[in-house]
């Protein structure tokens, strides 16, 4: 017989299967002309388990490998850097990564992303340590944020499992953050300087507290993230770097 914790993750995968993430998405199926003014109506309360989460994140589109430096251009430079670093947030290890924005050489944006992957390959954002530079000083520190600390909660980044039509929270604050995802398609096309890549999940972020506000973004199988749309503006994956220090 099984377990009731078997049983329980049993129904998951199945539930999961026909688009509803038990637990951690409310999820309902949307159309490509969309403009993500989503209204979720049940309340949104994850139940996290620190025994649900593996070490580590190998989600084939979102896989985070110690010492990569995924480098970016477009209106900013942008440089993703997978360290070596853990934090535990809500009990859950979750691997940081650290993601710099510069403006003509100058740093505007520091942050620590905390990711962590659960047994269903879902990679789950547990919040994030922001800093804002001017002129080489620090202006404020707005976009942090620590799920479990003042009604802040997880959310996903990337499913385990996509699925076209699946939406998903990605944060959660009520009132302050409240960014989702939807999956549009699993085999579309990017090409940026890196090179074109096919195969791509293409997916729709957007959140209801401004619903016209509206990004597109591409990940890459073994890759991530490649391109990000907003509008006519790109940002484009233009180099990887392996084996980079801290």
């Given at each position: 017989m099984l377990s009731a914790k078997s049983r329980s993750i049993g129904l998951a995968v199945a539930v999961f299967i026909v688009g509803i993430l038990v637990g951690a998405i409310l999820s309902e199926v949307i159309d490509?002309?969309?403009?993500?003014?989503?209204?979720?109506n049940d309340p949104y309360q994850p139940a996290i388990n620190p025994a649900d989460f593996v070490?580590?994140?190998n989600n084939t589109y979102f896989p985070l490998v110690p010492g990569t430096t995924l480098?970016?251009?477009?209106?900013?430079h942008v440089e993703v850097h997978v360290t070596n670093a853990s934090r535990t947030v809500m009990g859950v290890v979750c691997t940081v990564v650290r993601d710099t924005v510069s403006e003509d050489g100058a740093v505007v944006e520091d942050t620590y992303d905390w990711y962590a992957q659960d047994v269903h390959g879902?990679?789950?954002?547990?919040?994030e340590d922001s800093r804002e530079y001017e002129d080489g000083e620090l202006k404020g520190t707005a976009g942090s944020w620590e799920a479990g600390v003042d009604g802040a909660l997880p959310g996903i980044i990337m499913l385990g499992h996509p699925l076209a039509g699946v939406t998903y929270r990605q944060e959660y604050l009520k009132g302050e953050a409240e960014d989702m995802g939807a999956v549009l398609s699993l085999n579309a096309t990017a090409t940026v300087p890196l090179g074109t890549f096919h195969g791509v999940l293409r997916t729709k972020d957007f959140t209801p507290l401004e619903p016209r506000v509206l990004e597109h973004k591409y990940y890459a199988p073994g890759v991530g993230l490649v391109l990000e749309e907003e509008g006519s503006s790109r940002v484009e994956l233009t180099e990887v770097r392996t084996g980079q220090p801290d």
């Open positions: 490509d002309e969309d403009e993500g003014g989503l209204s979720l070490l580590g994140v480098v970016y251009e477009g209106a900013e879902n990679v789950w954002y547990f919040g």
